[in-house]
C-alpha cells in the first residue's frame, strides 16, 4: 500500500506536469508561437506514456498484494564445523607450540632428506642454514673445487604456497648455474625432495622482503635430485 501510494504520487506529479506543457505548447503553437526543442505532440505522448507506465506499475503492485507465501524449499545445506575439531582428527593443533615444533621437525627432515640426497650422489654437503647465507646447505663437488648451494624448503602435504625470502632469491640470481631450489614434501616419516634450477626470473619488488610462491608452478619445474 505505501509503494503504491508512493507510485501514484510520483507519476501523479509528472503527468500533471506534462499535461498542462502539453496545453501551454499546443496554445503557443495556435497562436504562431512554436516551441523548437519540443512540440505540444511530444509533451502529450510524455503524458500518456506517464499514465500507462503508472497503470501497469498499479497493477503489478495489486497482484503482489494478492502473493501469499508458500512453505520453504530446502536446497541445500552446511554444516559449520571449527577448523581446531580437524585439526584434532589429523593430530594436529592451532596451539603455536605444537605449531613452532611441527615446523622445525618438518624443516629437520627436509635438510637431512636433501643432505642423503647429495651424498647419494657423491657430493660433500654441509648444512650451513645457521649462518643466513642465502642458502641451507653447501655441498662441494670432489675434485673440482665447485659448489652447489641448495635453498631447502620442506611442505606439509597439501601445502600450496612456499615462501622464499629476498636473500635467497638474490642469491638465486647471483649464481644461476650453481644455485638449486630443493623443495621437499614431508608426509608423516617420508620426505621426497625435488630440485629447481634457476627457479626464479626477476629480482623482488624494492621493500619487499618475502614472496609466496606457487609451490605447484615451481614443482612442474622440478626433476629428481642430480
Known amino acids: 500500500n505505501k509503494s503504491m501510494a508512493a507510485v501514484k504520487d510520483r507519476l501523479s506529479k509528472e503527468i500533471l506536469y506534462w499535461d498542462n506543457r502539453a496545453n501551454e505548447l499546443r496554445a503557443q503553437e495556435q497562436a504562431g508561437k512554436a516551441n523548437a526543442k519540443i512540440n505540444s505532440t511530444k509533451a502529450r505522448q510524455r503524458a500518456d506514456e506517464l499514465t500507462m507506465r503508472m497503470q501497469k506499475r498499479l497493477m503489478e503492485l495489486e497482484q503482489e498484494k494478492n502473493l501469499s507465501p508458500l512453505s520453504p524449499v530446502v536446497l541445500g545445506g552446511a554444516l559449520i564445523v571449527p577448523v581446531g575439531v580437524f585439526e584434532k582428527l589429523r593430530n594436529q593443533s592451532t596451539d603455536p607450540a605444537v605449531f613452532a615444533r611441527e615446523k622445525a621437525r618438518i624443516e629437520s ?32 663437488i670432489p675434485g673440482t673445487g665447485k659448489l652447489r648451494f641448495i635453498e631447502v624448503k620442506g611442505r606439509a602435504i597439501g601445502a600450496t604456497t612456499v615462501t622464499i625470502t629476498k636473500r635467497e632469491i638474490f642469491t638465486a640470481l647471483n649464481k644461476p648455474d650453481d644455485f638449486i631450489l630443493a623443495l621437499v614434501d614431508v608426509d608423516g616419516d617420508a620426505a621426497v625432495p625435488r630440485y629447481v634450477r634457476k627457479p626464479f626470473q626477476r629480482e623482488p619488488d624494492l621493500g619487499v622482503t618475502s614472496v609466496n610462491y606457487n609451490l605447484a608452478e615451481l614443482l612442474s619445474k622440478s626433476e629428481e635430485p642430480r
Open 109 to 140: 627432515m627436509a635438510i637431512n632428506a636433501v643432505m642423503l640426497a647429495e651424498r647419494n650422489l657423491g657430493y660433500l654437503p654441509k648444512d650451513v642454514g645457521k649462518e643466513k647465507r642465502g642458502y641451507d646447505i653447501e655441498s662441494s
